[in-house]
């Protein structure tokens, strides 16, 4: 980096987020250390006297962000776009480099498991699954390069390869457990992302029932061939199906990792060369209305698919559909809503490793800190309301604790909101087509 050091300006030294509990608001506070400068006295907030309903109070994003300024903590240091992409660039290279080592463990947890079949090593896989995919969940708010798609610059898929979901059939994997199919050596060539990936190996290594959810009258259920799998085979076979697409997983991880690296492809490079010879980017613009699409991912999976749906909020023709939420046979769906929110700050705020430097410095560049200080303050508040449920399960907190799941909602909106309304007209950045008109 050949940015001077900087220093942010903090937001507040804390956070106070109130959630409910069981059915009733809990007093508690959950509370968020941000910085150690004297408290601001006006942060959104979920009041147990005053809102029951899970909404978020606030008072503006210029009030919040005047609160948090007049606490004293400095100023903001402005950051130029070439800054802004070189720090993007680190961040890319650091969480995929951390992922293709999960994906690696995975791979390794998953071959020993289908090789013994005992309940350790099969638990062994579960957790470097767990691992894994917490680090993925950071990583999915980045879509550019290797990891998005064909039509985009370098684009070569490769996130759909490691991660599918909504894409995965319960029912073609099944059936090709019965065929053993992926015995076959050209298998990953020819099958379907729907029947491998994380979303395929989270139902091999997670669902132990042995029920299946094709009709009665599909060929493994009309054949009789599924009824006649013991239960042991079955497990057996779970596992040696897990071993093959986690080593695929694993395989694509390694391609992303040396695609960004200096040393292999060098996307990251690319990209903070945006503009100049060499680099698949016109212009430092262009890259970033690439970024900040993948930005998007907050707003349309995590509000609308992992979220809204589930709650009967859209695409739902019920109160609910728990049958909806992300994860249902590991049972993770919070925690991976709240790696999210994780990867959201890694790319709008900087990581650790480029400085912090990221799209809010590029606000303050602009004469909008405080909309860059108000977006910092509700996704802290967001990441503040998906730790604070203890429940993994989001089908389990609809269920018994619908208000903290609608409070969950209502945060990330507000993130959304300021992504969607403020921050893309200020940087004079395009919304992605998909969520064009869209003003839920």
């Known amino acids: 980096m050949d940015t001077p050091p900087r220093r942010k300006a903090s937001l507040s030294s804390f956070i106070s987020v109130r959630l409910p509990s069981a059915g009733t608001w809990s007093a508690a506070l959950v509370i ?32 919040l962000a005047a609160s948090a300024v007049s606490a004293g903590s400095g100023e903001v240091v402005p950051a130029d776009p070439a800054a802004v992409l070189r720090s993007i660039a680190t961040c890319g290279v650091e969480i995929y480099e951390r992922f293709a080592v999960d994906a690696d463990a995975l791979s390794a947890a998953s071959a020993r498991a289908a090789s013994t079949t005992s309940t350790e090593d099969r638990d062994a896989a579960r957790a470097a699954w767990v691992t894994a995919m917490s680090t993925w969940q950071e990583a999915e708010l980045l879509r550019i390069g290797p990891a998005g798609p064909a039509t985009l610059p370098e684009g070569r898929n490769l996130r759909d390869e490691i991660y599918a979901w909504p894409l995965s059939s319960r029912c073609l994997i099944e059936s090709t ?42 060929s493994i259920n009309e054949s009789g ?13 779970k596992l040696q199906y897990a071993a093959v697409v986690t080593a695929d997983v694993e395989a694509s991880a390694r391609a992303l990792a040396e695609a960004w690296s200096e040393g292999g492809g060098d996307f990251g490079g690319k990209l903070a060369a945006s503009g100049k010879s060499g680099s698949p980017f016109k212009s430092t613009q262009a890259a970033l ?33 728990p049958d909806s939420v992300e994860s249902r046979f590991a049972k993770r769906s919070v925690r991976h809503v709240e790696a999210n929110l994780r990867g959201f700050q890694r790319f709008f705020a900087g990581c ?22 108000a977006m910092q303050v509700h996704s802290e508040q967001a990441l503040a309301a998906a730790t604070a449920i203890e429940s993994d399960d989001l089908a389990a907190v609809i269920a018994a604790e619908r208000p903290v799941a609608e409070g969950l909602h209502a945060a990330v909106k507000r993130v959304t909101d300021d992504l969607k309304a403020d921050m893309m007209s200020v940087l004079d950045l395009d919304a992605p087509a998909s969520v064009e008109g869209d003003n839920d």
Do not use: H
Not at 289 to 313: M, Q, R, W
């Open 32 to 63: 968020v250390p941000i910085a150690s400068v004297a408290a601001c006295d006006r942060f959104a907030y979920w009041s147990s006297a005053d809102d029951t309903d899970g909404r978020v109070e606030d008072s503006g994003p210029s009030a």
């Open 177 to 218: 457990l019965v065929s053993r199919a992926y015995e076959e050596s050209d298998f990953v060539e020819r099958s379907l992302i729907n029947v491998r990936t994380l979303a395929a190996a989270e139902y091999l290594l997670f669902y132990e029932p042995s029920d299946n959810a094709c009709t009665a009258t599909s």
């Open 225 to 237: 061939a599924w009824a006649g799998l013991s239960s042991s085979e079955l497990a057996a076979r």
């Open 289 to 321: 209305n690439a970024i900040s699409d993948g930005l998007f991912y907050l707003d349309e999976e995590v509000k609308d698919d992992k979220l809204a749906t589930p709650l009967g909020l859209l695409g739902c023709d019920a109160s609910s559909c």
């Open 352 to 373: 650790e490793a480029s400085s912090d430097v990221g799209f809010d410095d590029l606000l303050a560049s602009a004469g909008a800190a405080d909309l860059g200080l």
